[in-house]
Nanobody, 120 residues
Framework: QVQLVESGGGLVQPGGSLRLSCAAS????????MAWYRQAPGKQRELVAS???????TYADSVKGRFTISRTNAKNTVYLQMNSLKPEDTAVYYC??????????????WGQGTQVTVSS
């Protein structure tokens, strides 16, 4: 099993910044990729940003230029630096990781989610 522990959410004013962290632990042979998703009330969960083990990144159009995803491979930790936050960024943010078991199979795991609220 793999556990994901998220931290860094909270309440911030529009234009402010937050940094989310997610640490993966447990039966990990290799982390293939890590990502952040978010889900706002009444909306579907959507991909915010992802990063592969090689460092390739992808971003949702709505966060490009404002959010930065990064990772520390040695610690199996992924970060999401969120700048210039807008009220529409308010959501529960979930960490997601795909890990390999060393036998050719991969599996995805979700974190418990952390609330980000952008409001004045």
């Amino acid at each position: 099993q793999v556990q994901l522990v998220e931290s860094g959410g909270g309440l911030v004013q529009p234009g402010g910044s937050l940094r989310l962290s997610c640490a993966a632990s447990g039966s990990i042979f290799r982390v293939v990729s890590m990502a952040w998703y978010r889900q706002a009330p009444g909306k579907q969960r959507e991909l915010v940003a992802s990063i592969t083990s090689g460092g390739s990144t992808t971003y949702a159009d709505s966060v490009k230029g404002r959010f930065t995803i990064s990772r520390t491979n040695a610690k199996n930790t992924v970060y999401l630096q969120m700048n210039s936050l807008k009220p529409e960024d308010t959501a529960v943010y979930y960490c997601y990781t795909i890990v390999g078991d060393g036998f050719g199979s991969t599996r995805g795991y979700w974190g418990q989610g952390t609330q980000v609220t952008v409001s004045s």
